[in-house]
Structure formats: structure tokens, C-alpha cells
């Protein structure tokens, strides 16, 4: 026990796109010694977390809360008390039918103190996300935000439906999807227009919003048609109508576009936001990982060697993060590399390299022979010695191009590919549902590891009826090996070539 009592940050997490955290609630999870998390609040968030922080979660999906309120009110008193300062994330934002009233006015009275940390409500967010501004000059003056958890048919209910009814409100339901043909029913009895168009959203601003518009009159047999379930918000009101000119969030090319990401989960993030920017839902199933060379022996022994060499030539981020990373464990830095003339293997290395301050000499722009050829001859490799540190079972075209021109060439193992397989039962459930619309290949490993885990024939077959999308022709040949022709190949053979093709192909499906 120390002296110091922590304090609790009731921190609105946001309706769901990550990007709508605010700056506060990040800085507070980030410091915090605890996290306290539950149903709504989307689990990236976790990610800012402090390494040796508890994160704990209290659940809480519809009625089934895998901690009681009670409960969770002692976790947070009990944290505070052992002078851990902890924030408790909710989903939107605390004070918005978020129980947070409830939960300041308990840590107060354990005389444990407190911060509001304000959130982007549901409530506004998921409407706006589907193009209905909630105000509106035109259309209405007021919004009221309504709890639809409560039974509109209980006797002593707060609800005052002949007010909501007759008002021109924009009226927002929460927590109403099981209680919508009720909510409907009351506000037609108490006299509000049939025709008065009406909006479900659900999971608003996350890649799997749904919304499903309609007027009083329709809404309860389209939301049936359509399967929706919550959470959603519930929006009644003329600005409903707005959404056919203002609808953008799911206008985006790849909205709904399930897409599987099959590149090891370090390297995955270029790919998987410039996805999700252009609407897709990303699902990560890494097939492979990196790791380093079993016998770091040799790429040590080049760098304590580098004086020998001429050139250096880099063919992958992970070969130019490998070769700085065994450089500054071996106590050097880029001084020791100031002889050298560099190659880097596509743009994306090149940047990579830039970062550590070296600019690449030559850059062929695939590992083609000819796209070699034509680089090197721009230069005088001739009895040059060339240090080449890349993956293990690399292929063989550059170093064989390289020593037709009359260079050494010394190819060193700088990682290794592994193969991952903690996603298997993941994917194979996707894939039994359906759950899966396009799978990327970023490489041959990805290809031959993806295809690996899939046990049965049943599943390769499935998979034909999904997008197979492959960043280059030898990609697409280690896939057409093993028995499945990509729907889609990139035309310029790097991560927005691929994206540009996939692009394309929904373009041209349209
Ligand atoms: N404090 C939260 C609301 C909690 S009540 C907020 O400010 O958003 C839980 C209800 O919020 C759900 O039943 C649903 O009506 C709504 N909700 C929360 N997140 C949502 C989302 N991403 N999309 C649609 N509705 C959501």
C-alpha cells in the first residue's frame, strides 16, 4: 500500500473509428497504470497502453456483464487505492448513457478522486458517419438523445412520447434496436407522421456500419429483412432524408469489402490503412513472421568485414532493418558504411534506407533481370566486391545477373521467414461463414503459408469464389503452383499496386 491514492479518468472512448479518439483520452491511456475497458470500446485503443499496465476487461454486451456494475465500481476504488492511477474507458462517451454519473458520483464518495475525459458520442458520430447532420436550419431546431432500453409499454415510464411525438426534433434512440417496433408504435399513437423518415446505424464509423433507412411505417420490416441487430442508434427526423445527398462514409470505393491481410503483422500497416481509408475491413491473418537469422555468424562477420566491399545491395525493408540492426548492436553506426556505394531493390526500400540517412546510389525497381541489368549498367560493378544481406531461400536472379557482370557477389542470410499460423482457426471460420470477400498476397511465402492452413479441398474451394489479389507475376506464380489462378494482379509490384488493382477490379465489377 502506498500513500498515494491514484485517480480514475472516465474516459470516453469513442464510437468505434479509432481515429476519433481525442488527444486527452490518448495521453490518459497511455500513462495510465490501468485500463479498464468493455464491450463498445474498440480494442486498437489498447494498443496505447503502457507494456506493464493491467488491462482489464469488465464486459458487457446487452445484459450480459461479465462484471456487475458493483463490481466494477470496487475494481476502480480498490486500483485507485493502491495508488494506481487508472482509466476506465467507455465506449462514446461517459456521460452519454454511459453509466459515468453513476461512477463519479461512487468514486467520490470512497473519496477517490476523479477526471471526465468527454468522448465522441454514438449518438452524433454514427449519424454522421451515414450523412445525417443531426441539426439541420432547414429541418429541425432541437435534438433530444432517448434511452430505448426502457419497456415503453411499463406504467410508470419517464418517457414522454406526446412531447417526442410532436415535436419537430431530430428524435436519437440508444439502446432501441430490441424495443423498435414499440418506440414506433408510440410515437405514431401519439400522433408523429408515418411518413416521417427514420435511420438504423449500426456499429456507426467502424468499417461495419449498416444503415438501413425508411419512414416510421417501413422501418420495422426493412430492419427485419435486413438482419440488424445492435448496437445502433436510432435517428427519426426530416434530417434523415439528407443522407441521399450526404451519405459518404459508406460511398468510399472499398466500403464493406471484407479483406484478409496476409503479411506478417509488423510489416501489415501500410497495407491495412490505406485499405481501411478507402472503406475496406481489414481482417490480419499473418502467415508469416520475421525473425532474425538463426546463425547471425555471417551478416556479423560482413559488417566487421565491410571495409572489403564496394557495394551494398538491399532488397527488402527487412534487410536494411536487419543489416542497421546488427550494425549498431555491433557498437557501429552509419561512419562505418561512408565507402559505400548502395542498391535498393523498389522504392519502398529506398525510403526505408533514406530513414537511416543514406540515400541509395541506384534503385531497379523490381528484381526483373532486365530491370537489373539495366540499373547496374549505369555503373561499374566489374571485380567490385557486393555485400548482398537478405532473407534466407531468397531468390536466385540477383546474384546471378550481378556476377554475370563480373562482380563478387557475398549473400548473406540478414532474417528469416517463418511461417504463422496463430490466425489458422480464425481463417477457417471466416472462410465456413463467408466472412471473406478478397485475401492479398504480398509475396510467395504469404501465398504458400495461406495456402497451407487450409486443410481440406472444401476450403480450397471456397476460396475460389473469393478475390485472390497478388502484389507481382512471381507471387502469382507460387499461387498458380499451388492450384489457385489470382482473380487480380498488380500492375506496379509493390503495396499500392496492389491496393490500385484491387481498386480497379471492384471499379470495373460495379
Ligand atoms: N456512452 C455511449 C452510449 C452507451 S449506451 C455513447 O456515448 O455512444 C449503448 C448504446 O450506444 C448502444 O445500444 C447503441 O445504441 C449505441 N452505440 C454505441 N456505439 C455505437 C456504434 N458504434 N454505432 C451505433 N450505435 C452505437
Known sequence: MTDKTGKVYLIGAGPGDPGL??????????TADVVVYDYLASPFLLDYAKNDAQVIYVGKKGGDHTLTQDKINLLLVDKARQGLDVARLKGGDPFVFGRGGEEAQMLLSHGVSYEVVPGVTSAIAAPAYAGIPITHRDHTSFVSFITGHEDPTKKDTSMQWDIYAKSNATLVFLMGVKNLENIVKNLVTHGKAPDTPIALVRWGTTTQQLTV?????????RVKEAKLTSPAIIVIGHVVSLRDELAWFDKRPLFGKKIVITRARAQASSLVSTLTRLGAHCIEIPTIQIA???????????IENINDYDWVVLTSVNGVKFFFDTLFDMGKDVRALGHLKFACIGPVTKERLKDFGIISDILPKTYRAESVIESFSTVDIKDKNVLLPRAKKARTILPEELRKMGAHIDEVVAYETQLDDTKKETLISLLDENEIDAVTFTSSSTVSNFISQLESENTKTRLKNIVTASIGPITSDTARSLGIEPTLEAREYTIQGLVDALLSYYESCE
Do not use: M, N
Not at 21 to 30: G, Q
Not at 213 to 221: F, R, S
Open 213 to 221: 433507412t425508411g419512414t416510421l411505417e417501413t422501418i420495422v420490416e
Open 21 to 30: 479518439l481525442t488527444l486527452k483520452a490518448k495521453e490518459c491511456i497511455e
Open 292 to 302: 532474425p537469422p538463426k546463425d547471425k555468424g555471417p551478416l556479423k562477420k560482413s
